[in-house]
């Protein structure tokens, strides 16, 4: 390669910014790296030990993190809030998304439109009245179940009838409450991305299964989710990143540490043992590695869905 | 029946679809003063209420009738369970806040004292309120600067990059796939004043003068604070960007160098006229996103020191949770939603001018 002024500069500025992208590349990964290299440190170590990796590895930080910490608690709470509103939505908004796509009905592009609406109307401080909501609904449930425990009792066995009303108000109302809040978070953005991929499909297998005696319901079940994996493949993954990571919602509905997902565990945690940096740091760990696996086995996905979710916004 | 009545949505339709965006606001305006004015004078009396859910309540027993008649209940049937979660979780709240920001009520005592505007009047004068709002927008101005031109020099960068982009694509979007919460914990710990990682590293380099209490110094904490958001928020503006830079064609660039152009110039005069519909949609999410964040600060500073680090969102959750004054959270709410709004809405504005420019 000849050497001249031209080739020289324009090694030069590859060079320049290439030390560039490492440098903001390493800002990335640093503060995890970090993380990680803490929690395998002492209560005495951490504060003086300021190396990546430590010299002694004390995995039992994990282990006391995951039963003492109670993010064992956490992490099975956050796994099952999060299958269940992906599930919740992938279902409800594909069935309504299929709907707006291939049905007519009086009222559809002004339901449509409302959905779209939700998605760019701004509304900070929403979970004011969701709080309310959830109070007020649970206020009602409360008293109706304490009306109908002497009609209950009569009939049923004492231990059971207390047992399920203990189990409806501790467990049962709190998580579905939660649960049905965050499916409607992600229903818009759920819709919006399905109707448009279910526009771009060809409607011919359809009508060849319409053919073959199918029903609408058939249609939906076997010909058109199949077909829309791809977009669904977006869904799930960006809310299940979504609801992985979301807090005040958690915060302010479920209020008993047996209920908590993780983030609000993690604020807990941190609140009643501001001292216990290499424990909190393992549960910070625990919080992040899955979302870390889920992210670099499916980033094509994400990186759709930011796109797509960008053109709407 | 049936039919005509849709005919007869389906014309309003039509006519609001035409109506020219001006005619769209101030329509949007009017039908809000007249829903306001109305509930303001009717919201105590029963016979308002029961005429409300009752036309409601027809509405949708009419709708489903026409639609027997019309064999398109099937449909229904699928839209109706997004619509039942949509109406419950989103419209009631949307309707409730307006309810209540009109109401002294401490979210407990079954009853609502109705006071009218004077939670907006009181917002007016809150001067914690007001430090919030400025708070919120120093963040903005730090993100729209600092981490948009990031992530303008990274998309740049990595444009050229044919090799690596995907590596570093991945990489730059780790910080938002994180939660807030735990990023917020992370960088709390670096910047700790004792033994933090930052000034850990100063002490090294022999920066003693330089260290510093980073969270708990009123100067520092809301830069720390609004530096953290960019770091956290730099991948979006970098994948939005690089995405919309790899749809110009590289005709162009070529074109412009068989004309003599150097890099500044073919930038200036390629680049920047075919990005600015892109630069326009990463301004709007930029903004949105930045004045709305708040888990960063509940995690990192929780509004401390003082009320140096309070932006909006964490004053109504204030309002809500620390004073239990629910109708003036809900006036908050409503009075920041509005400002809100209207940020986006001259955003549209400009970018339309500039298209047409």
């Known amino acids: ?313 | 029946m049936g039919f005509h009545l849709a005919e007869k949505i389906k014309q309003c339709y039509n006519a609001l679809h035409n109506a020219t965006p001006k005619q769209k606001v101030v329509g949007t305006v009017l039908l809000l003063a007249a829903l306001e004015t109305v509930f303001l004078f009717f919201h105590d009396s029963a016979v308002f209420w029961i005429l409300a859910y009752g036309l409601v309540t027809l509405a949708l027993i009419f709708l489903v009738l026409a639609n027997i008649i019309k064999k398109s209940l099937a449909a229904f049937f699928f839209v109706v369970p997004a619509l039942a979660i949509f109406s419950i979780f989103y419209i009631y709240p949307f309707f409730k806040v307006l309810q209540l920001s009109q109401h002294a009520w401490d979210g407990i005592s079954p009853k609502m004292v109705f006071v009218g505007l004077s939670n907006f009047v009181e917002i007016m004068k809150d001067k914690i309120w007001w430090v919030s709002m400025r708070n919120a927008g120093y963040i903005t101005l730090i993100a729209l600067t600092f981490q948009n031109a990031l992530a303008l020099a990274l998309a740049l960068a990595c444009d050229r990059q044919i090799r690596a982009k995907n590596f570093y694509r991945v990489i730059f979007f780790i910080p938002p796939v994180l939660s807030e919460v735990v990023v917020g914990l992370i960088w709390r710990w670096i910047y700790d004043g004792d033994y933090g990682f930052l000034n850990y590293t100063l002490n090294l380099l022999g920066l003693h003068q330089l260290t510093h209490n980073w969270l708990s110094d009123p100067n520092t904490a809301l830069t720390c604070v609004a530096i953290i958001h960019s770091w956290k928020g730099f991948g979006w503006g970098f994948m939005i960007l690089l995405a919309g830079l790899q749809t110009i064609p590289k005709e162009l660039y070529e074109a412009a160098r068989v004309d003599g152009a150097n890099v500044w110039q073919s930038f200036k005069n390629v680049t920047i006229p075919l990005m600015i519909p892109v630069f326009v949609l990463v301004m709007i999410l930029t903004i949105l996103g930045s004045m709305q964040a708040f888990v960063l600060i509940l995690s990192m500073t929780g509004g401390g020191p003082g009320y140096h680090t309070e932006v909006p969102v964490t004053r109504i959750l204030a309002s809500m949770q620390g004073s239990s004054m629910f109708g003036y959270a809900c006036a908050q709410g409503l009075t920041f939603g509005v400002i809100l709004m209207m940020v986006s809405f001259a955003q549209m504005g400009i970018s339309r001018k500039l298209k047409q420019a």
Not at chain 1, 46 to 53: G, H, V
Not at chain 1, 242 to 255: F, G, Q
Request: contains cysteine; positive net charge.
């Open chain 1, 1 to 313: 390669m000849r050497l001249n002024k031209y080739t020289l500069t324009q090694h030069a500025s590859g060079f320049l910014i290439n030390v560039f992208l490492i440098i903001v590349s390493l800002t990335c990964v640093f503060p995890l790296l970090w993380m990680f290299g803490s929690s395998l440190k002492t209560q005495s170590t951490i504060f003086s030990d300021m190396s990546i990796i430590p010299g002694a590895m004390h995995w039992e930080n994990f282990y006391l993190a995951w039963t003492k910490g109670g993010f064992g608690v956490y992490f099975l709470n956050s796994l099952f809030y999060t299958t269940i509103v992906v599930f919740g939505i992938v279902m409800v908004s594909s069935l309504a998304a299929y709907a707006f796509s291939r049905m007519n009905f009086p009222g559809k592009n002004l339901l449509f439109f409302m959905f779209l609406a939700a998605m760019m109307i701004p509304l900070p401080g929403s979970f004011v009245p969701l709080y309310v909501l959830v109070n007020n609904v649970r206020n009602v449930l409360l008293n109706a179940m304490a009306a109908s425990t002497p009609f209950l009792l009569k009939v049923l066995p004492e231990n059971f009838v207390y047992g399920t009303t203990s189990f409806i108000e501790s467990q049962f109302y709190p998580r579905t409450a939660y649960i049905l809040c965050m499916i409607n978070v992600g229903l818009s953005f759920s819709i919006y991305m399905l109707k448009t991929f279910f526009d771009r499909m060809p409607k011919e297998l359809e009508d060849a299964a319409r053919i073959d005696g199918c029903s609408r319901l058939g249609i939906w079940r076997h010909v058109a989710l199949p077909l829309a994996k791809p977009a669904i493949a977006v869904i799930i993954i960006y809310n299940a990143l979504n609801v992985w990571n979301e807090y005040i919602l958690a915060n302010l509905i479920l209020s008993s540490k047996n209920l908590m997902p993780l983030q609000r565990g993690l604020m807990v945690f941190q609140g009643e043992h501001i001292t216990q940096y290499p424990l909190l740091m393992a549960g910070m760990t625990i919080t992040v590695v899955p979302i870390l696996i889920i992210y670099l086995v499916m980033q094509r996905f994400i990186i759709k869905g930011i796109t797509a979710g960008a053109v709407v916004g």
